[in-house]
Antibody, heavy 117, light 111 residues
Framework: EVQLVESGGALIQPGGSLRLSCSAS????????MNWVRQAPGMGLEWVSV???????YYADSVKGRFTISRDTSKNTLYLQMNSLRAEDTAVYYC???????????WGQGTMVTVSS | QLVLTQSPSASASLGASVKLTCTLS???????IAWHQQQPEKGPRYLMK???????SKGDGIPDRFSGSSSGAERYLTISSLQSEDEADYYC?????????FGGGTKLTVL
């Protein structure tokens, strides 16, 4: 079964760091374009970052310079390293894989990140 | 700038049909999009990819009640024979090199 499972969400103080993980099963994370998407409480979906199968990475302006997307082939896992966290980063974070290019095909169940003192 | 615009809300009666609209920004009318459903307190679920010519391919297990169509820069999601479980937020999504974009979402209420 093709599945994505996120973990690593937590309550963290402003300025802190956190790493989210997304474990894939049924396919390899290097064979698909992989994304992080977030949803602040009561708000819509916001794209955060993508890593292409070839390794190129891209970020939304709101997280550029603070967040880093990466993957571990041996663990078949996608990561999001989040530094210099702000209150406005509070959200449920989803990972999603693309069907071909661009279409978010498989979604994880999400992990909650709360940035608060 | 690549932008998707959706109406914030829509409503229709149980058993009726509803057509949701997603509008691509100027200069992007040839772009394909995807539709996603998010039921209350759940994660998003992929519904279909919709091309500019109206052809579409649905995700696994998506009922025939869900269909898509296109006209110019408009992309539509039509849900027929509305059921209570169709009450959800619906998001359109598109992409370009190095960027992915979501519309603001439409909250569908089934009366």
């Amino acid at each position: 079964e093709v599945q994505l499972v996120e973990s690593g969400g937590a309550l963290i103080q402003p300025g802190g760091s956190l790493r989210l993980s997304c474990s894939a099963s049924g396919f390899t994370v290097t064979s698909s374009y992989m994304n992080w998407v977030r949803q602040a409480p009561g708000m819509g979906l916001e794209w955060v970052s993508v890593i292409y199968s070839g390794g190129s990475t891209y970020y939304a302006d709101s997280v550029k310079g603070r967040f880093t997307i990466s993957r571990d082939t041996s663990k078949n896992t996608l990561y999001l390293q989040m530094n210099s966290l702000r209150a406005e980063d509070t959200a449920v974070y989803y990972c999603a894989s693309e069907l071909g290019i661009g279409v978010f095909h498989i979604w994880g169940q999400g992990t909650m990140v709360t940035v608060s003192s | 700038q690549l932008v998707l615009t959706q109406s914030p809300s829509a409503s229709a009666s149980l058993g009726a049909s509803v057509k949701l609209t997603c509008t691509l920004s100027s200069g992007h009318s040839s772009y394909a999009i995807a539709w996603h459903q998010q039921q209350p307190e759940k994660g998003p679920r992929y519904l279909m990819k919709l091309n500019s010519d109206g052809s579409h391919s649905k995700g696994d297990g998506i009922p025939d009640r869900f269909s898509g169509s296109s006209s110019g820069a408009e992309r539509y999601l039509t849900i027929s024979s509305l059921q209570s479980e169709d009450e959800a937020d619906y998001y359109c999504q598109t992409w370009d090199t190095g960027i992915r974009v979501f519309g603001g979402g439409t909250k569908l209420t089934v009366l």
